[in-house]
């Protein structure tokens, strides 16, 4: 999802960027010959999208999550260093306990509990530690077009069920990926400018709320009539841990572009009317 819309967003400023994207079969970031694919294609910078997303599924495939999350970020990072050039990381929320009682700020201490979090936290790590020129940047909730996401899938058991029931005591905040990526466009146009500001950020769509309260804003916007029904966490049973906090400060990125990302009502509003 973020990926189509990225290049879709850098498409736009073609008199400012050349855009290479790739995805598998030509690049798989988890082989031997990945660095030297990259560095054959010979990037000013790097956005590193590629991992692996699927929380649950993380926890019974330990090892095919740590070959992407990990060892595929160590490849592109070793050819980012080989190249000498910036990379982009896209990390997440899931880096966090959850045990916190306000939003995480960039510079608190990760300390994931799911397999998933701990592979994207090494893949950070392995950025910090081969790299000086970065961006890490924490999001959370992604939906958009092209993907299976939250929206989507509320939709389509909204469509199927008189009711459904969804998590309420996971609190977190949503990105319409559309948002991520003009942010990323204004993150990596203001540093390729001035060469600086990389560092790690925090960004989402502005405020919080939890699963539940947004399962019943997707289905009141899309007039379906489905009931909302909270459940906990326990009740959801599932294989990996989530945070019940995973709420993200955006401080590093409100303090570099004095403006926040919009509220994830306009941002929900919008891609419901664009790709429904």
């Given at each position: 999802m973020l990926?189509?819309?990225?290049?879709?967003k850098l498409t736009t400023n073609q008199s400012r960027f050349t855009i290479?994207?790739?995805?598998?079969?030509?690049?798989d970031i988890t082989q031997s010959k990945a660095p030297e694919k990259i560095i054959n294609l010979k990037p000013t910078l790097v956005?590193?999208?590629?991992?692996?997303?699927?929380?649950?599924?993380?926890?019974?495939?330990?090892?095919?999550?740590?070959?992407?999350?990990?060892?595929?970020?160590?490849?592109?990072?070793?050819?980012c260093q080989k190249l000498k050039?910036?990379?982009?990381?896209?990390?997440?929320?899931?880096?966090?306990?959850g045990e916190k009682n306000t939003p995480y700020v960039e510079w608190d201490l990760p300390n994931p509990i799911s397999i998933y979090g701990t592979t994207k936290l090494e893949g950070e790590l392995w950025v910090k530690n081969l790299l000086s020129e970065y961006w890490?940047?924490?999001?959370?909730?992604?939906?958009?077009k092209g993907g299976k996401n939250f929206v989507s899938a509320i939709i389509e058991n909204a469509q199927k069920n008189h009711e459904i029931k969804v998590v309420a005591d996971q609190i977190c905040c949503t990105t319409y990926t559309n948002d991520l990526?003009?942010?990323?466009?204004?993150?990596?146009?203001?540093?390729?400018?001035?060469?600086?500001?990389?560092?790690?950020?925090?960004?989402t769509n502005s405020e919080w709320t939890t699963w539940y309260e947004f399962a019943q804003a997707?289905?009141?916007?899309?007039?379906?009539?489905?009931?909302?029904?909270?459940?906990?966490?326990?009740?959801?049973?599932?294989?990996?841990?989530?945070?019940?906090?995973s709420r993200l400060c955006n401080f590093t990125w409100e303090r570099t572009f004095r403006k926040p990302l919009r509220n994830w009502k306009e941002a929900l509003?919008?891609?419901?009317?664009v790709h429904r």
């Open positions: 990926g189509k819309a990225l290049v879709n290479i994207p790739t995805d598998l079969p030509d690049l956005i590193h999208l590629a991992a692996y997303t699927n929380v649950d599924r993380a926890e019974l495939n330990s090892n095919g999550v740590w070959k992407v999350n990990s060892l595929g970020t160590r490849n592109v990072a070793l050819a050039v910036p990379i982009l990381y896209i990390s997440t929320d899931y880096i966090f306990d890490i940047l924490r999001t959370s909730g992604l939906y958009g990526a003009l942010a990323i466009l204004q993150l990596i146009t203001h540093n390729l400018q001035l060469t600086t500001n990389f560092g790690v950020y925090h960004i997707i289905v009141k916007a899309t007039s379906l009539r489905c009931k909302v029904l909270p459940i906990n966490s326990q009740e959801l049973n599932r294989p990996a841990k989530r945070p019940n906090n509003s919008e891609y419901l009317k």
